[in-house]
């Protein structure tokens, strides 16, 4: 077969060829970016002093060479801080992304294919998308002591709405496909539907999707912690920080400016990621008529 | 136009019935002796017992819930646990800051917005283009918080121009009101005007491809004419929708703001009801917001109806 | 008889040639196109090369030619609407003494609705659908005059009326959606006439409308020109339609005009052989279809060519059957074969 169609070569690790690689300069940064953060929250036990180690002499220093990024209000060393607080938004960022695809899938999957679930589900995310983000993930939070896992939960909630509805619409428009009909009429289970004409036309939709809400997730935690509805206030979540030095911001507004452009950085980074992808897929791209 | 009316109410009804549905849920799951919540603090032991009859606490979950929201429709909205006082009163009290904030966001992220994407729209791929689309993407990416203290450290305590924090309502005066509105304002409308900018450049470019803008400069008509007569008209549903979606990130913005520039409004009251973990406040506060997201977007519907004839009514 | 008098009724001949008789003859044309020359901006394609023709007051010019060939293209660079990246390289558009080719944007849009008027293919998209017809058809006047609303009103009343629009109040009121496609274009007719346009420049006008309704429209040309003396230029594809109302014809093929003569004159001795092949398909005699070879219904071999082929020499090379090396070698030179029949074709020129 391989002869007859002129392949010269053998694929090998065929996987990784089909791993997209980024195409400008845009989305090099960005890739960098959040593989920088990634690798900062890994190395920083090893490389960055305690960030819950107080020490009242060195507080609210600027730059410096013992506090790359200086130091907060409890002397405690920011650079640590920062580089804990980008594992836990990227670690909430991914987990509500990823959580919050895979619930919407399967329940956009149902709203697609069967009539009267569609009409209960629809009313449901109707009235979760009525309610803003915060309060409802606030309202969730105050259910329980704060964690990660609290957050997390308190966050997939108002995103699953999301990508419920892009799910449904894209299932509802794929169901009337020809390419269907004609899989129903040779016997494809709904099983097979799904595998093979489904899953694969709804996965690039879903994959910009899931890269948005993985920005949002990341600006919401931020904002919650802000407010002390979020991470607990000992964890140096990046909102956690801001919060804690507000009162410094006069006096010292390195120690809440540092904090919020890593967050800018990484939140724009996954933003472009998203455009990148949607760009190449094209908002709603399926294959064929 | 009736039938139409009627059943955009109609759908907002149940919708507004739902989300009521999810607050008792979230009331149920808090735990709380929703009986004590009503009663309060200073509530007899018999007054508590008689509430919980009245509401029909020892009801099945549903008779228990249209209990509630029997009470809800009549005004009470339950009290709050930290000060004893009636929710409603304490929203009433914080109201204003909200309302002036929200109400001078809306207006100016639209009159801002509008013209930059009818701009960036007329000039497609120019730098002006290339400026708008970039900083639209950077301006959903930074938070609230963050554009808040930087504002407020450049045009507070750098240049002195505008008040660091507080609000002066409206009773002293409109003037002294919108200069404590300006840099709260300016935060919360940053994402606002950076989603109504992109919505109106892709709706008018949309719009400007159409044949019939091509058949009104072959009347002669001129570009302010196209602009207003023609294209503007058919961009506004696109700007509708997107206002209307806004609103509920509108609300959530609030919040941070409101605690930033230390305003006393609903958001504040989120914020310490939080910490004070009165989750009455919560609840009244998500029926709230819900509440004004369905009115906003029912009247969003019926604007569409009206700009838009195509809409068969 | 035999031959392509088929298409056009002897009577129908008769009587134009009498109306043109009783027409005065204008001294010049009212628009006057010289080597017209489109590009694709940056590049050296040329959709359009060397177009030239006149339209005369009180006359019909047809345009005909194949989808692609560029005649849409040269109908909206007279009014200078050329989408980009498509640009006006050479060339001149005299409408009246002014060149529009030069004119400025504020020039151009005096007279784009006023003296010069264009009427598009597609009338289910010509009009904008969220506001009412009586405004979109009042707008002209609204531009170029300082006629009151009731003046306004009145005249676009008057001009439904001339385009044979029933109940034309209740219609001034109506949304375009509210419109059957032939009521669109009546109404798009009725809108780009109301300023008493020169010319009117009508490209495919009833490509997208029933045959039926086709036959109305085309009415409605001949109606306007006889009562007001403008001249219509009519971009077509359509040889039924070129038999039907038109007094000139111009023939384009990939970007050129290759033979321009009076209807009858082209139909009864067509000379450029792109011409001769197009009526022997078009021809449908009073019988059955004629048979050419193997029963088949006749046609032209190949394609047009493709811009980028194109270039200094003709470019109907390919597909002709009396081509030779001079086709290849150079642009066929423009020959005036008989009064009034201009041809460009290396073959005419044959003694």
Redesign the interface.
Known sequence: MAEAAGRARLPVRPWLDRIPRPRSLPVSLAVATILLFAVLAVAAPLIAPDPNLIVPRERLQFVGVRHWLGTDGLGRDLFARIAHGGGISLTVGLSVAVLSSALGLLIGLVAGYFRTADLVIM??I???????????A???T??AEPSVLVVVAALVVPDVPKVVRVIRADVLSLRTRTYITAAVASGTGPAGILAVHLLPNLLPPLSVQTSYIC?SAI?QE??LS????GMPAETPSWGVI?AENRQY??SA?WT??FP??C??AL??AV??LG?SLRGRYGAGAHAGP | MLAYVLIRLGGSVIVVAVVSLIVFSLTVISGGDPALIFAGDIASAADVEAIRLRMGLDQPFFKRFFGWAFTVLHGNLGTSLFTSTPVSSLIRQRLEPTATLTVATIVTSIVVAVPIGIMAALRPDSWLDQLVVASCSVAFAVPGFIVGYVLIYLFSLKLGLLPVQGYAPLSSGLGNTLRTLVLPTATLSLVYVALLARTTRAGMIDVLAQDFIRTARAKGAGTVRIMFRHALRNTANAILTVVGLGIASLLGGVVIVETVFGLPGLGRLTVDAVMNRDYPVIQALILLAASLKIVVNLVIDLLYAVVDRRIEV | MPGPSALVGERHVSCRQQAALARPMAAAPVLSVRNLTLAIDRTLLTPVDDVSFDAWPGEILAIVGESGCGKSLTALATMRLLPPPIVIRGGAIRLDGTDLAQASEAELRRIRGRSMAMIFQDPMTALNPVVPVGVQMREPLAIHTSLSRRQTRARALELLRQVGVPDPERRLDAYPHQLSGGMRQRVVIAMMLACNPKVLIADEPTTALDVTVQAQILGIFRDIQRATGMALVLITHDLGVVAQVADRVAVMYAGRIVETARVQDIIARPRHPYTQALLRCARTDAGPVPRARHGMLPEIGGSVMPLAARGAFCAFVDRCDRADARCQAALPARLEAAPGHVVECWDVHRP
């Open positions: 009313r449901v109707d009235a979760i998308m009525a309610i803003p983000t915060l309060l409802l606030v309202a969730m105050m259910l920005a600006l931020a904002g802000f407010i002390g509805a801001v911001f006069v507004p809440i400016l919020g452009m967050m800018a939140i724009l933003m472009v455009d």
